[in-house]
């Protein structure tokens, strides 16, 4: 772990950065490209094996995800000449390179998925009270 003035001298460096940092940031730190690069990681998949697995997601919301994922280099689309044709996305190097800050992450929210719930009901009774 680092210590605190390490932590703020990233955070100072960061800063300076932050025209350098948001736009990519902006790609990956969205609703889906978690969720979907997590579900790609492991092996690739149709489109429609993504969207069952994304319970919520809807056909443009994944469409259009899956369209800016490949123009970013995070995965590739593949088509495959079956009866109907078929189209397989996988993660790229790139996207996969995500896999250990992703997994850490995702680690977080479920280590710490019942104190944040917490908090948010303490902070709802507070405001109504």
Do not use: D, F, K
């Given at each position: 772990m680092a210590s605190d003035t390490e932590?703020?001298?990233?955070s100072c460096?960061?800063?300076m950065d932050v025209p350098?940092?948001?736009?990519v940031l902006d790609k990956i730190a969205d609703k889906w490209t978690i969720m979907i690069l997590t579900?790609?990681?492991?092996?690739?998949?149709r489109f429609n094996e993504i969207k069952r697995r994304l319970d919520g997601?809807?056909?443009k919301s994944l469409a259009d995800a899956l369209k800016r994922l490949e123009r970013h280099g995070l995965i590739t689309r593949s088509v495959i000449p079956t009866a109907p044709i078929g189209v397989v996305y996988a993660i790229t190097p790139l996207?996969?390179?995500?896999?250990a800050p992703f997994e850490a992450l995702c680690s977080w929210a479920l280590a710490h998925e019942r104190a944040f719930?917490?908090?948010?009901?303490a902070y709802d009774r507070a405001r109504a009270a």
């Open positions: 932590l703020a001298a990233l460096q960061a800063m350098r940092i948001r736009p579900v790609l990681c492991p092996e690739p998949a997601i809807t056909h996207g996969h390179s995500l896999r719930a917490e908090a948010a009901l």
